[in-house]
């Protein structure tokens, strides 16, 4: 089956630092998802990043489609950055979205 | 924006009950679909659906029925609750596009005491 890893598990940062986040899958993705997941639950997309690099505010996603990964980059990190960030695919041929289990980020000030 | 809106937010029942988590959509998505998030696990997919009357099997469906009465109304039914039924809840929906970008709900905490 599909598997999505992510690493590390948590992070802890301090403010103004830079987080790099890692996203390693077992199949290939028609789509990949970045989303972040607040610490009270809700959960939003960030960036779709299927392939190549992309960049939305202080966020920048990089996807080698051919060697399954991708990673998020975090510039200047703030203490609102804290949560939980997860990698989810879209396997080619099917709509059942997988998701990692996250990298938990602490961002402290 | 996409809104998705779950209810309840918060439900507590007991091993046995019956229980209804409701979703709603108002942006004319046709896929819905319902998750479990428990610590170690991620967000792990329940039931979907490609529209009204359709519903697909997902990888934890066990103890699980769906039903799609609408395009906007997707509902996931508990009717014998267990222990490791409790868990945070997600429904999320998509348009029909390549880019499937997932719009979640708030989610739905559930304990089965």
């Known amino acids: 089956g599909q598997q999505v890893q992510q690493s590390p598990a948590s992070l802890v940062l301090q403010e103004g630092e830079n987080a790099e986040l890692q996203c390693n899958f077992s199949?290939?993705?028609?789509?990949l998802q970045w989303f972040y997941q607040s610490p009270g639950g809700s959960l939003v997309s960030l960036l779709s990043?299927?392939?190549g690099t992309k960049h939305t505010g202080r966020l920048t996603s990089t996807t080698v489609t051919k060697e399954r990964r991708s990673s998020l980059h975090i510039s200047s990190s703030q203490t609102t950055d804290s949560g939980t960030y997860l990698c989810?695919?879209?396997?080619?041929?099917?709509?059942?979205?997988?998701f990692g289990s996250g990298t938990r980020l602490l961002v402290s000030p | 924006e996409a809104a998705v809106t779950q209810s309840p937010r918060n439900k507590v029942t007991v091993t046995g009950g019956n229980v209804t988590l409701s979703c709603r959509q108002t942006?004319?998505?046709?896929?819905m679909y319902w998750y479990r998030q428990d610590t170690g696990h991620g967000l792990r997919l329940i039931h979907y659906?490609?529209?009204?009357?359709?519903?697909q099997i997902g990888d934890v469906p066990d103890g699980y029925k769906a039903t799609r009465t609408t395009q906007e109304d997707f509902f996931l039914l508990l009717e014998l609750a267990s222990p490791s039924q409790t868990s945070l809840y997600f429904c999320?929906?998509?348009?029909?596009?390549?880019?499937?970008?997932?719009?979640f709900g708030a989610g739905t905490r559930l304990s089965v005491l």
């Open positions: 999320a929906s998509s348009p029909d596009s390549s880019q499937n970008t997932l719009y």
């Open positions: 989810a695919i879209d396997p080619a041929g099917g709509y059942k979205v997988v």
């Open positions: 942006n004319s998505h046709n896929y």
């Open positions: 990043n299927p392939s």
């Open positions: 199949s290939t993705a028609t789509q």
């Open positions: 659906s490609y529209g009204a009357g359709n519903l």
